[in-house]
């Protein structure tokens, strides 16, 4: 069946199997591990090459390329691709949607489920909350503004932690370190020592689309556009969808 998946990606993206298989490096956000790691096995199936990928937070894969590192794949928030193509650090023309994710929320798995599915419920969540902790990348700077959109802005910031960019929160809450948290749906749905309370109401919600660019400076372009081809596979997709996202 795997086999059979990525003969089918090999003909259809038009990627040949190189005699001498490439390193292809890639920088990418956890929040959309599930589907990238998809995209990458269908890819090194068909083609024979090797992808080398570090995972890391979107503002510090965005800190990284920045200061000049190299690769051949960046995966990153959309917004993030724009900036660094319109920089020079990646190909303008190589933007590729894969996905988009809205921000959940969760409790520790200790702790008693609560309701958020309305402002007015997540509000008093919030201000029952001893710790609260968000990300710092997209969805954390959206919650800032979600918090002051409910008039809890103040009190609420009083009581917030935003570990470094990358950080699981997941870990923080099952630790016992925060009783509320949000992040991207993709990183708390299945995390371990949660309760994944859901999206955030909708008209709270905010949406960001993970883009995948070949960097300016690649080693191995050619072979990283295959890559950027496997992220829109049907079996990446279906991954997707599996993690909480929403492909694209």
């Known amino acids: ?5 990525a003969t089918c990606l090999l003909t259809s993206l038009g990627v040949a199997c190189s005699a ?4 292809i490096k890639v920088l990418a956000p956890n929040a959309a591990k599930e589907s990238v790691s998809e995209a990458i096995s269908v890819f090194e199936s068909a083609t024979g090459h090797k ?3 570090t995972w890391s937070g979107t503002e510090a894969i965005t800190r990284r390329i920045a200061e000049g590192d190299v690769v051949d794949v960046v995966v990153n928030a959309a917004q993030n691709i724009d900036q660094q193509s319109k920089d020079g650090k990646l190909m303008d023309a190589t933007r590729t949607d894969f996905a988009r994710s809205g921000i959940g929320v969760a409790v520790p798995a200790t702790a008693a489920k609560l309701d958020v599915s309305t402002a007015q419920a997540l509000r008093a969540a919030l201000l029952s909350a001893r710790t609260v902790v968000v990300s710092s990348g997209t969805s954390g700077r959206h919650m800032v503004e979600v918090f002051t959109r409910l008039g809890v802005g103040e009190q609420v910031r009083a009581k917030t932690r935003q570990p470094p960019s990358g950080a699981q929160i997941a870990d923080f809450l099952a630790s016992g370190e925060a009783d509320l948290g949000f992040q991207q749906v993709s990183e708390l749905l299945h995390a371990k020592g949660i309760h994944y309370l859901g999206p955030l109401p909708a008209n709270l919600q905010n949406y960001t689309i993970y883009s995948a ?4 400076g690649a080693a191995n372009p050619d072979a990283a556009k295959g890559l950027l081809a496997a992220l829109r ?3 990446a997709q279906a991954v997707v969808r599996a993690s909480g996202m929403e492909p694209i």
């Open 1 to 5: 069946m795997f086999a059979r998946i």
């Open 20 to 23: 001498m298989a490439a390193d």
């Open 51 to 53: 992808v080398i990928v």
């Open 213 to 216: 660019a070949i960097h300016a």
């Open 233 to 235: 596979s049907s079996s």
